[in-house]
């Protein structure tokens, strides 16, 4: 078995995708509204598994309003993002004026890693594994 994609709910697919792609990058597979399932969802690619982003809509396709806990829960659950340049991403958060939950953290000669959130309060980490 292998890991096909992990999902959160979002107050707004607008803005989550514009975080999602502009901000960390990642590569939209698809977006598509399904009245049958009253929800739009997105797909965006991540090596070894995807991400699921899920907006609820009512039954005219509206979406559904959703309140994210504040502040941000605590770091489980999770989505973990492997890199190669934690510092890089660091630089990167800060330029965007995203918060760094915890960390950067680190067992020497093991692995680097941070915790932050999305839009909606949804939590995701970075991690550098620096020794295989």
Request: proline residues 8%; aromatic residues 10%.
């Amino acid at each position: 078995m292998k890991l096909d994609h992990v999902a959160f709910q979002v107050s707004s697919m607008e803005r989550a995708l514009k975080f999602y792609i502009e901000i960390l990058g990642l590569e939209l597979m698809f977006d598509k509204v399904s009245k049958e399932h009253q929800e739009r969802f997105a797909f965006l690619k991540l090596e070894g598994g995807n991400l699921e982003l899920l907006e609820k809509h009512d039954e005219n396709g509206n979406p559904l309003p959703y309140s994210p806990s504040t502040p941000c829960p605590p770091y489980c659950p999770h989505v973990a993002i492997g890199t190669d340049d934690l510092d890089g991403l660091i630089r990167r958060l800060a330029e965007q004026k995203i918060s760094i939950l915890k960390g950067p953290l680190e067992i020497e000669g093991k692995v680097r890693w941070l915790y932050f959130c999305d839009p909606d309060k949804n939590v995701l980490e970075y991690v550098q594994w620096t020794s295989p």
